[in-house]
Each structure stands twice: as C-alpha cells, then as structure tokens.
C-alpha cells in the first residue's frame, strides 16, 4: 500500500524543454490535485480533478497541462518550461474532497 | 475567488507556553477549514480540520475555533513541545460546490528551548 507517490523526484530542466510529472494513488480516492510551493507563498493550487476524466483549473493554471484518463493516474505536464516553473510540486488526493493526503514532492529546477 | 489570509508567518514561543496563528477567508460560502502541518523537508499533513456547522474542536493539545461572522478561524496549540516546531497552513474549501482547497501563505513556528 503505497498511497501517494510522485515521479520523479528531482529533475533540471533546461528553458523550453517539456516533461510530464506523474501522481499515482492507490486509496481509490476520486480528488486529486496538483500544487506548486514556493518559499513564502504557500501551496498553490495548479490544476484538479474530481473524478476520472475530468479536470478543472487552480489558482495557477497557466503554462501546465493535466490529464486524468485513469483513476489513479494525474498527470501534470509543462509543454515549454520557464524559470519562473521552478518549484517543489505535490501532488494531493482526497476521498470527497475533505482530508488530503500528499505525496512526497518533486523539486523541479528550470535552468 | 476564495482568499485567505494567514499571520502570523513567523511566530516564535516558549516550550512550554502556548501558540496561535490565525487566518481570515473571503468567501462567506465556505464550509471546510483544514490545518496542515509541514515538517522540514517533508509532506503536509492534515493536524485538525472544521466544518461550518461547528464552532470550536479540539485534538489532545490542538484546538481550532471558526468565528463564521467574522470569516475568521484560528489554531492553538498548548503546552508547546520541541516536535511542535513546523511550517503550519489554513486553508478554506467549498465543498460539494467548488471543492478547490485554498492555501494561505503558511506559518513557521519555532519552539525555543
């Protein structure tokens, strides 16, 4: 039972490359979302999902992408990766949308 | 949109004494009002929540109150100990309608010896 987790770790990307982080749960939870941190701003909201097939947007949509075309799968893409994209992103799932549970991050660096 | 406030965001405090951090929220519609505690270099977790029905829970040494009038809600924690020390976050939800979870900008507590 691994509940949350988040691939890859760590990564550098150079300005215009793009990359696709994944979250995986295996709790059978229907909320799912996708948050960046950055030091004095707290967790920001990018992208979420309520359910399989379906997304909405954060507070911080622009310049990402996500799919949910399984269940326990969402995925968090940067189509052209700009230095402002530097962040630890967490991936976060709930049952009905109370509790979340995160995962354990993913320190992404944009040279 | 949702907004939410949170201060302090460094608050320093006795072993031993008893710390509050507290946050306001803009929409008067929502419901859920979670606090999450972030360990140096690790995951939040969920510490206590609240829901719009109640005014005051407590959890052992954690207790938050929700004043709905005011949109304002609060988190002490008593007889502050060393595993205290953390980055703490309120947050406010819609839940049912919206479901997004707004952050505010965090808390650092540190306990001194």
């Known amino acids: 039972n691994a509940g949350v987790t988040q691939t890859p770790k760590f990564r550098v990307l150079k300005t215009g490359q793009s990359m696709t982080l994944l979250c995986a749960q295996d709790m059978n939870h229907e909320y799912m979302y996708w948050y960046r941190q950055d030091p004095g701003m707290g967790l920001r909201l990018i992208h979420y999902?309520?359910?399989?097939?379906?997304?909405a947007k954060g507070e911080v949509p622009d310049g990402y992408n996500v799919s949910r075309l399984k269940k326990q799968n969402f995925l968090l893409g940067l189509e052209s990766a700009a230095p402002s994209q530097t962040s630890v992103y967490f991936c976060?799932?709930?049952?009905?949308?109370?509790?979340?549970?995160f995962g354990p991050g993913t320190r992404l660096t944009v040279l | 949109g949702e907004n939410v406030e949170q201060h302090p965001s460094t608050l320093s405090v006795q072993e031993g004494d008893s710390a509050v951090i507290k946050c306001t929220y803009s929409?008067?519609?929502?419901?859920?009002f979670p606090w999450y505690k972030q360990e140096l270099g690790k995951r939040p977790q969920l510490i206590i929540d609240i829901r719009s029905n109640v005014g005051e829970k407590k959890d052992q040494r954690i207790a938050v109150t929700l004043n709905k009038t005011a949109k304002h809600f609060s988190l002490h924690i008593t007889e502050t100990q060393p595993e205290d020390s953390a980055v703490y976050f309120c947050?406010?939800?819609?839940?049912?309608?919206?479901?997004?979870?707004?952050f505010g900008k965090g808390t650092r507590l540190h306990i001194l010896p």
């Open positions: 947050a406010a939800s819609l839940m049912n309608r919206d479901d997004k979870i707004i």
């Open positions: 976060a799932t709930s049952l009905v949308g109370d509790t979340q549970y």
């Open positions: 999902s309520v359910g399989e097939g379906t997304t």
């Open positions: 929409d008067s519609a929502s419901n859920y």
